[in-house]
């Protein structure tokens, strides 16, 4: 019997087939997510846009590779589980497609309302029970700007990977509660939306979803959808989850005392913890719901994995600025990590604070440059620090947690740009102190979707 799991990402959007018996990966592809559509007049300020359909056509176009390459076997599956990007807002019409397009977590347009939107809601204790401080880029902050603008469609509104399961059962969105909660208006100690936080903040209750638990089916596979896909009638879609709890399964870090590191394009550090634990906002560690009533705290590192690819371009500007001929990516990535792996851990003192992109608690910092001296200005040097950085970016939030208390006695890890790097990984272990487990199979957010999914319907 077997369960597909599709995580839409913020650069890719991925899909994996899942043997239930066996526990284990039997087919995966990956395709770019290339939906992005912010207009161009838009981007200095910081909009981040993507085109739903052309969200949903990739996703299809991912599960259609997993098909066939499962071959006689596709005829097994049974469910589709859903994962994806958080915080963002997308904006379904009655007749279940897109009305605009959708606006991702990567979004600032909100940056200089949040103060506005925190003392209008009474503060920050009126979100004692979010689990975290509202920041650019979630759906309560977005639909609050919208509406101050009036813009605000009259639409379901609802996270980007519920939109997909939507849109691939054509049954109206529904939330869990892990996507709910990345939105900044619902009530994780009492598993409901704040009906008097959107009532202070003039936000119009109806056109949230229903909140189901994770996983659930929340229709059959359209079809039209699974002749076009080639599965069997009757395979069930389960509520779409959030790709970061999702991760935690695919990595079999879903029990109290597993710790959780995952580097993708941005970078969270994970710990599952029985009961509920009031966020520590000025240190970044929100409280996140967890699928089974559990919770994770959890602190988020925006730029991640991407400060690397940032670095990337940054050398490749180089080369064409001097009329040299730039290699392709792969070839340019693994370039910079064996000029790092010259050079001692620790960069001869040089560190970098990679916050390229702010943090969520401190919305307006900037990267940071530490330790530069003649002897370190290398770019090999600077390679390393940047490694060690988002290592050690991700290892004051575990720092955080362990000031109140809470310890792992595990650590496993996910995420391309963890597996790809096997200097980040070693940086990972000595800012952790901890031996790194990597799961077996990649796409761990898509496993995740997946065996949840299996897990509550099959």
């Not at 990007?85 to 904006?91: E, I, K, P, R, S």
């Not at 529904?174 to 936080?197: E, M, Q, R, Y």
């Not at 009031?278 to 719901?289: L, M, N, S, V, Y």
């Amino acid at each position: 019997m077997l369960s597909l799991g599709l995580d839409i990402g913020t650069t890719t959007i991925s899909a994996v087939a899942f043997d239930v018996g066996a526990e284990r990966v039997l087919a995966r592809a990956t395709v770019p997510n290339d939906a992005g559509c912010t207009p161009a007049d838009k981007r200095h300020e910081g909009w981040a846009e993507l085109d739903l359909e052309r969200a949903f056509a990739r996703a299809l176009d991912a599960l259609q590779r997993v098909v066939a390459e499962l071959g006689p076997r596709a005829g097994q599956v049974r469910a589709v589980g859903v994962t994806g990007q958080m915080h963002g807002a997308a904006f379904i019409g009655r007749d279940l497609r897109p009305v605009r397009p959708a606006i991702t977590w990567q979004d600032q347009r909100t940056r200089d309302v949040i103060p506005e939107f925190i003392a209008r809601a009474g503060g920050a204790g009126a979100f004692a029970n979010m689990g975290c401080l509202p920041a650019a880029g979630y759906l309560g902050p977005t639909l609050y700007w919208l509406r101050r603008h009036d813009t605000l469609p009259d639409a379901h509104v609802c996270c980007i990977p519920d939109a997909i399961a939507a849109m691939l059962t054509a049954h109206p969105p529904v939330s869990d509660p892990t996507l709910a909660a990345s939105t900044g208006l619902f009530d994780i100690v009492h598993n409901c939306w704040d009906k008097a936080l959107l009532r202070t903040l003039d936000l119009p209750a109806h056109i949230l979803p229903l909140v189901v638990e994770s996983g659930v089916r929340v229709g059959d596979l359209q079809r039209d959808l699974t002749q076009r896909l080639g599965l069997p009638s009757g395979a069930i879609v389960g509520a779409a989850l959030g790709d970061h709890q999702a991760s935690l399964i695919g990595s079999r870090c879903d029990a109290p005392g597993r710790l959780h590191i995952n580097i993708g394009t941005s970078g969270q550090v994970s710990l599952v913890v029985e009961r509920f634990t009031p966020a520590i906002p000025e240190q970044g560690i929100e409280t996140r719901p967890f699928p089974g009533r559990c919770f994770i705290l959890s602190g988020a590192a925006l730029c991640g994995g991407d400060a690397l690819a940032l670095l990337r371009r940054f050398f490749a500007d180089v080369l064409t600025m001097f009329g040299a001929q730039s290699l392709n990516d792969d070839a340019m990535f693994a370039a910079m990590l064996a000029a790092a792996a010259r050079v001692p851990p620790g960069a001869d003192g040089l560190r970098i604070w990679p916050t390229f992109d702010g943090a969520r608690h401190r919305p307006g910092s900037s990267a940071e440059f530490t330790g530069l001296r003649r002897a370190n200005f290398t770019p090999a040097h600077v390679i390393r620090a940047m490694i060690e950085g988002i290592a050690d970016e991700l290892g004051a939030f575990y720092d955080a947690m362990r000031g109140v208390g809470f310890t792992g006695r595990s650590l496993a890890g996910a995420g391309n740009a963890l597996r790809r790097n096997a200097l980040l990984r070693e940086a990972v272990e000595r800012r952790f102190g901890l031996p790194l487990h990597m799961p077996a199979w990649e796409e761990e957010a898509a496993a995740g979707a997946a065996i949840l999914t299996a897990r509550l319907n099959l």
